[in-house]
């Protein structure tokens, strides 16, 4: 049973537009959530995060969004550059420690130039 | 620093072998995990450590063992390969346990198992 589910396995945007990747989840008790870049033949890189009691938070160009009511979150970016080109990950957690995240399978990003 | 490092990079088994995926950083991080990644499928979690000589399961620990005889290395074995195991294995590491602690992923080791 897939907790967080990223329904987009792909996104293709043009260089300097804005893209928005999205997650949903199912289970109310999270209230902490991240997001994951990675690279080909990397591991996942911390990008940003969010906790419950916020509905937004943002680092440079990179904005997280928050709808506890609607269980969404979705990550945007402005402008996008061809070296966002990556998997991005959504995750979330239930509880006060790592243990217990949960990873949605991830969407592609194309930024083309 | 070299941040997490894993070996081997890529791996063939045939069914019933047995193998360790090595895992080692250089962060002096007390939480180290083990994460595995399948097709269509997040991340799931196989086995973590909170600290030397303290592991733990998580959400798919059958078919692999775990030890933290140091602070710096993590191993992953597996007793008995089988095809549900060919997949994508992440370790990471975190200066500690909570969920606001950034967990640093390792290369991954990609697992075929014939």
């Known amino acids: 049973d897939q907790q967080v589910k990223q329904n987009s396995p792909s996104l293709s945007v043009q260089e300097g537009r804005i893209s928005i990747l999205n997650c949903d989840y199912t289970?109310?008790?999270?209230?902490?959530f991240l997001w994951y870049k990675k690279y080909p033949a990397e591991g996942p890189t911390f990008l940003i995060s969010?906790?419950?009691?916020?509905d937004k938070n943002e680092d440079g160009r990179f904005t997280v969004f928050l709808n506890k009511s609607a269980k969404h979150l979705s990550l945007h970016i402005v402008p996008s550059q061809p070296g966002d080109s990556a998997v991005y990950f959504c995750?979330?957690?239930?509880?006060?420690?790592?243990?217990?995240?949960?990873f949605g399978a991830g969407t592609r990003l194309t930024v083309k130039p | 620093n070299a941040g997490v490092t894993q070996t081997p990079k890529f791996q063939v088994l045939k069914t019933g072998q047995s193998m360790t995926l090595q895992c080692a950083q250089d962060?002096?991080?007390?939480?180290m995990s083990w994460y595995r990644q399948d097709p269509g499928m997040g991340l799931r979690l196989i086995h973590y450590?909170?600290?030397?000589?303290?592991?733990d399961q998580g959400e798919v620990p059958n078919g692999y063992n775990v030890s933290r005889s140091t602070t710096e290395d993590f191993p992953l074995r597996l007793l008995s390969a089988a095809p549900s195991q060919t997949s994508v294995y992440f370790c990471?590491?975190?200066?500690?346990?909570?969920?606001?602690?950034?967990?640093?992923f390792g290369p991954g080791t990609r697992l075929l198992v014939l």
């Open positions: 990471a590491s975190s200066y500690g346990v909570r969920e606001e602690e950034t967990q640093y």
């Open positions: 289970n109310s008790m999270f209230d902490y």
């Open positions: 969010i906790s419950s009691i916020k």
């Open positions: 995750a979330a957690s239930a509880s006060w420690n790592n243990n217990d995240m949960r």
């Open positions: 962060m002096n991080h007390e939480y």
């Open positions: 450590s909170v600290g030397a000589g303290i592991t």
